[in-house]
């Protein structure tokens, strides 16, 4: 603690962050911004010398602002020195990635292992080491075996979990004002040290669940889980509307209305991706598996294989729209995030369609606001365009697969002056079908049928599928 150095006020333990992508740079910079003394540590030199100039490697709306302000006043710096992050703080945040195992649908967590072991047997006081990476059950237990056998300090040396809830696009304002805090303890002295290292959110009234460090390992899986399962519960019912003709997006807009079940994420289209949700999931199934459980998770199986369902029932739209063949057909793909406002292309359905797309002879055009660095070096061989006029100039069939305003507010009249067919599959339902198809536009969705009766038509495009 901060407590035996003088004039410094002990209930402001000094932070390291160890791990500096998307959760640890976030996370390092927001505790700065509220005051504490961080300092961000990472392997790769680049990305180290890349914050301490002021530069988000990645992007995340308002998070290079809040680093150009906590870098002034010299609250947060950078290093690739674990043993000056050994000696610096009194809470080690570990946030490194735990990407889904090649070949298995294990966790890989040599990162997380490497992380914790390498910066334990360089503390010699007192100290907690936090982990906020999404890990398996039991991660917790294992690594304090792990920690104090190899610390000079031994079992002086505690190990917490506190898990994170940050979206993408939001990531500030989620851990500046999160909707809640989790603190896995073992201890009670634990519990104070990330009381004090929380201080200012807890102040403002944030509630706080303490509890076991397993049930802290679970909250984050559940939660993605959850999620998880409520939009492929709507996209499976998007495939039972296909084949009755029934309108998802009416069916989702009447279901909101229900308290019990609400309107978020009951939202049809091209389903979930990114670097979270999909190797969550997954990684979920197998733990519960080797804890003699799985039969109690079985059903994220079908949550994963409906997500996927839904980007090859993409491709069969487009394919519709353009005769049943796509060799030669010139499609615009609008998207390459996984979601809006995030450069993130980890199993994202936009590119995975993409490339489908691509794979069956298409000649496919490229266009997000953000990604396509990441998409490029992801797919390399697909085209890409600078922006969404020279993406769609000429298309035979557009498709929009990440949802960006920018497409959203596309005006269809002009959008339809550039393209070669009024020919479009809106794989969001981000889209005012009333709008295209006045504009002359065939307008495709998933879920929805090709031809909207106008007589029982409603003005309520836009609430169906807020």
């Not at 303490?210 to 939009?231: H, Q, R």
Request: net charge negative; proline share 4%; glycine share 8%.
């Amino acid at each position: 603690m901060t407590a035996n150095r003088p004039g410094v006020d002990d209930r402001r333990p000094r932070m390291t962050v160890i791990g500096t992508g998307y959760l640890g740079a976030t996370h390092a910079i927001c505790m700065a911004v509220l005051g504490y003394d961080v300092l961000g540590v990472d392997v790769d030199q680049k990305k180290i010398d890349a914050l301490a100039a002021g530069q988000v490697p990645f992007y995340e709306p308002g998070l290079p602002e809040k680093l150009a302000e906590v870098l002034q006043t010299g609250r947060l710096r950078f290093t690739t020195d674990f043993d000056e992050a050994a000696a610096f703080g009194d809470v080690h945040f570990i946030c490194v990635g735990t990407p889904q195992q090649q070949g298995s649908e294990a966790a890989d967590l040599r990162f997380v292992d490497s992380a914790f072991t390498e910066l334990a047997r360089r503390i010699t006081r007192k100290a907690l080491l936090v982990g906020k990476s999404t890990v398996p059950i039991g991660t917790a237990a294992r690594l304090t075996q792990l920690v104090q056998s190899v610390s000079p300090i031994g079992a002086e040396l505690e190990l917490a979990w506190n898990p994170e809830f940050l979206r993408e696009g939001f990531a500030v304002e989620d851990t500046l004002h999160p909707d809640r805090l989790v603190f896995g303890v073992q201890s009670e002295w634990a519990e104070r040290m990330l009381r004090d290292a929380f201080a200012p959110l807890l102040a403002d009234g944030v509630p706080v669940v303490v509890a076991d460090t397993a049930t802290a390992e679970l909250v984050k899986v559940a939660a993605n889980s959850y999620l998880a399962t409520k939009i492929s519960y709507i996209n499976a019912m998007a495939e039972v509307c296909e084949a009755t003709g029934a309108d998802v997006s009416l069916l989702a807009r009447a279901l909101s209305y229900d308290d019990r079940i609400g309107g978020r994420f009951l939202k049809p289209g091209l389903g979930f991706g990114g670097g979270c949700l999909p190797k969550d999931i997954r990684a979920f199934r197998h733990r519960a598996a080797e804890l003699g459980v799985g039969a109690a998770v079985e059903f994220l199986g079908e949550v994963d294989q409906i997500n996927l369902r839904r980007r090859a029932r993409t491709v069969d739209l487009v394919r519709e729209l353009a005769g049943g063949d796509l060799r030669g057909v010139r499609v615009a793909a609008l998207g390459a995030a996984f979601k809006p406002n995030s450069d993130d292309v980890r199993d994202a359905p936009a590119l995975d369609v993409a490339r489908m797309l691509y794979l069956e002879g298409a000649k496919v055009t490229v266009y997000d606001p953000e990604a396509i660095a990441n998409a490029h070096r992801a797919y390399p061989d697909l085209d890409y365009a600078e922006n969404m006029g020279k993406c769609v100039r000429g298309a035979e069939v557009t498709v929009l697969l990440t949802e960006w305003d920018q497409f959203r507010r596309a005006d269809p009249t002009l959008l339809g002056e550039l393209v070669a067919q009024k020919r479009i599959v809106d794989g969001r339902h981000a889209l005012d079908a009333t709008a295209y198809r006045k504009a002359g536009w065939e307008y495709r969705a998933l879920g929805r049928p090709a031809v909207v009766d106008t007589s029982v038509l409603i003005d309520h495009e836009k609430d169906a599928v807020a």
